[in-house]
């Protein structure tokens, strides 16, 4: 029997949704309800409720608990609907009845009951799905005073479940990149900079205080008046990042004096959707060993330059491959060269005597062969024809193959020494012809030996090993014994961060390539900033980008490593308005240290950068 809404009796039915109409319209002689003309007034209230509310509502009534809802519901439903109007709701959500009968029995027996973000795994498209809902059963009461039925106000909370599920995992994957990462790395929020996220390294450089929560100016007490609070400031106000070198920072740890350091660091302003700053990523780490060589060896070279200069010493360098010489001013002051000449080895051979060139060359060609120590003397002439003595004193340094490098040493202008030395045996020749040889023969000893050589030698020593310095690479070329590394190794430590189990995103191809260590640490910092701007906006920032990243060595009169890096699938890209630091020590960093082509492309259907560099 189909309702006639035009009588007054059935005026509850009256409304303009989808779900009145069915209500109107269907033929209710199979439902457990019954025809609506014989609904109590009670049940009648309720329907006309839901049916004029754009809130989800439904309402069971009887003992069937006949089901009736609104077009707000309806959605909810999915493709049971428009079938399950009028049906026993047990019938209906068969697959959850287990879950909330318990509820609903509560209802029944007049306990009204709220859940917020239930689960529960419902079959409303033909195939079983994890959804969430808040809601409330409430007991309706009948004209008896009885308890007819129960009325539902429910709203899906699936997407906002998921989206908080979304977060807490984006949090915990940033978390653990802090926790993980080699660097410092501290996360400030709002314009008083106050300390959201540090990492261990950061938390054991300022002793491991309490700064959670707190602003920078309560937290570390001690950096004010050193310029760190009012850069925090303007990075903040002016959106633009800071980059420090070498800044020097007093700290001081809770029950400790204060320590004098220094750090390379980068203050990276946060900004929201609308471009505006929320906040500030601190990102550094510690030089102030690596300051004070450096300090050192200065000091050092200071003193070796005033020694030099005292003692009237040149200096040269001479590299073998290429015959060019690095000379100092008393070196080409000592050979007489002018503006434009002695930067060739052939130069210096050329002021060499005739009777002494052979066997200085011979002297030169048996330290190559052999330990690698030069010292000798020999004569020159110069431009003016007069002769002059000079004593060398060299040391042979080799490659990592052990062929022949280079040749660093000193020149001394002995010309005077071997004069008072020349003159000296005048005399004593003389002396042995007016006493008829009663005298014995006298040695005379006339050399001197140079000893700054050996400490430039150990500064020079100690800053290589200090420069073997960050990342997660340290742990492939340890495993080499810093003779290099395999870059599909390198790749895939750089990217493991950021895999999934199960996934399939990432795709690596190439041949095997071996990289000296000085192409392997600025490749793999190349590599973590493209993936961590991929994680932030480019194909790993959604559910289905896909990173590929090809190389090939092509072959030629010196091989060059071709690589390339490719995103897709990502959010659309759009090219930036300005290079960001992470751009800049790619394209200007990573091509200076492989002394090859660095560049990126921001295509719209992903990031694209390429890289020729030259094998070592």
Known sequence: MRSDV???ELYFLRGDGEAGALMRSMDWSASPLGAPKHWPQSLRTVVSLLLNSRFPMFVAWGPELGFLYNDGYAEILGAKHPAAMGERFRDIWSEI??????????????????????????RRRGFDEQAYFTFSYSPVHDETGGIGGMFCAVTETTREVEARADLRAEKDRLQSFFRQ??????????????????????????????????????????????????????????????????????????????????????????????????????????????KQAE????????????????????????????????????TRAIFGFGEGKGGRAE????????????????????????????????????????????????????DAQGRPEREVGVFEDITEQKQWEEHQMLLINELNHRVKNTLATVQSIASQTLRNTETAAEAKAAIEGRLLALSRTHDVLTRENWEGADLHEIVEQAMAPYCSQ???????????????????????????????????????????????????????????????????????????????????????????????????????????CTVNAPLA
């Open 6 to 8: 035009t009588k007054p």
């Open 97 to 122: 009845w287990p879950d909330i009968e318990p509820l609903i029995g509560k209802a029944l027996a007049g306990e009204a009951s709220y859940r917020e973000d239930l689960p529960l795994v419902v």
């Open 181 to 290: 990462a080699p660097g410092m790395m501290v996360m400030l929020s709002g314009p008083e900079h106050v300390f959201e996220l540090a990492n261990p390294s950061y938390l054991e450089l300022v002793g491991e205080r309490e700064v959670i929560g707190k602003t920078v100016r309560e937290a570390l007490p001690e950096l004010a008046g050193q310029g760190f609070f009012e850069i925090l400031d303007g990075v903040y106000a002016s959106g633009e990042p800071f980059v420090g070198r070498h800044m020097p920072i007093t700290l001081q740890r809770p029950g400790e004096p204060p320590r004098s350091l220094y750090f390379d660091f980068v203050y990276q302003p946060i900004t929201n959707s609308q471009g505006k700053v929320i906040g500030i990523f601190g990102e550094g780490h510690d030089v102030t060993d690596l």
């Open 295 to 330: 300090i050192a060896l200065r000091h050092s070279e200071e003193r070796f330059s005033t020694a030099l200069t005292i003692a009237e010493l040149g200096t040269f360098d001479w590299n073998l491959r290429d015959d060019t010489v690095t000379a100092s001013e008393r």
């Open 347 to 398: 130069d210096y051979f050329g002021r060499i005597v005739p009777d002494d060139v052979e066997r200085v060359r011979a002297e030169i060609e048996m330290t190559l062969r052999g330990p690698g120590r030069l010292d000798t003397q020999y004569r020159i002439r110069l431009p003016d024809g007069s002769i002059r003595h000079i004593a060398s004193l060299s040391q042979l340094y080799r």
């Open 502 to 608: 199960g996934e399939d995103r990432l795709h690596l191809s190439g041949p095997k390539v071996r990289l000296a260590p000085r192409m392997a640490l600025p490749l793999a910092m190349a590599l973590q900033e493209l993936v961590t701007n991929a994680v932030k906006y480019g194909a790993l920032s959604n559910a289905i980008g896909q990173i590929t990243i090809t190389w090939n060595v092509a072959p030629g009169e010196r091989s060059t490593l071709e690589l390339r890096w490719a995103e897709s699938g990502g959010p659309v890209v759009r090219i930036p308005t300005r290079r960001g630091f992470g751009s800049r020590l790619i394209e200007r960093s990573l091509a200076q240290d492989l002394g090859g082509q660095v560049h990126i492309n921001f295509t719209p259907t992903g990031v694209i």
